[in-house]
T-cell receptor
């Protein structure tokens, strides 16, 4: 148990729809990072939030967006879903200079 | 793209030491070597990290060569619960933790 909670655990969406995934970080952690993991691949960095500001972004299009709230929880939003967005989405929390602790992930299926 | 290279898969007998190699051909002076593992259907789990010196904790030992171009993760007495995908990552770690995962090594511990 890492103390990082993600919801929902699974969901199915239709191509073109929008989705919001949620992450509650471990108590005290002020940094949240999001990763996408396609089947058979390692996790790919999407973006990171530190104290409610984006603190780095990977090679993902603008339809992937995020928020971090004052309590350091976070949301990942994906607009105009595509079939290739089907993946496990992982949230990791940390202090800015500490090890990342991952949640169990949200399995998104786009049909 | 991942900056490290690892074997795709390895087997290890239960109770024996598992030695997982990693090549860090482009590692820079300020980058740490991190190891994470991912047990099926779970988020990645931090194992250990180091800069130059060998490190040991309750989970594993990390051996880093003097030129820092390769490392070995050692699980001293592998159990069936150690079956997982193991990732080695180079990361500056300071204000970053925007981790670049490769495909990792699938370690199978055999009874």
């Amino acid at each position: 148990e890492t103390g990082v909670t993600q919801s929902p655990t699974h969901l199915i969406k239709t191509r073109g729809q929008q989705v919001t995934l949620r992450c509650s970080s471990q108590s005290g952690h002020n940094t949240v990072s999001w990763y996408q993991q396609a089947l058979g691949q390692g996790p790919q960095f999407i973006f990171q939030y530190y104290r409610e500001e984006e603190n780095g972004r990977g090679n993902f299009p603008p339809r992937f967006s995020g928020l971090q709230f004052p309590n350091y929880s976070s949301e990942l939003n994906v607009n105009a879903l595509e079939l290739d967005d089907s993946a496990l989405y992982l949230c990791a929390s940390s202090f800015l200079d500490g090890e990342a602790f991952f949640g169990q992930g949200t399995r998104l299926t786009v049909v | 793209d991942a900056k490290t290279t690892q074997p795709t898969s390895m087997d290890c007998a239960e109770g024996r030491a598992a030695n997982l190699p990693c090549n860090h051909s482009t590692i820079s002076g300020n980058e740490y070597v991190y190891w994470y593992r991912q047990i099926h259907s779970q988020g990645p789990q931090y194992i250990i990290h180091g800069l130059k010196n060998n490190e040991t904790n309750e989970m594993a030992s990390l051996i880093i060569t003097e030129d820092r171009k390769s490392s070995t993760l050692i699980l001293p007495h592998a159990t069936l619960r150690d079956t997982a995908v193991y990732y080695c990552i180079d990361d500056s770690g300071a204000g970053s933790y925007q981790l670049t995962f490769g495909k990792g090594t699938k370690l199978s511990v055999i009874p």
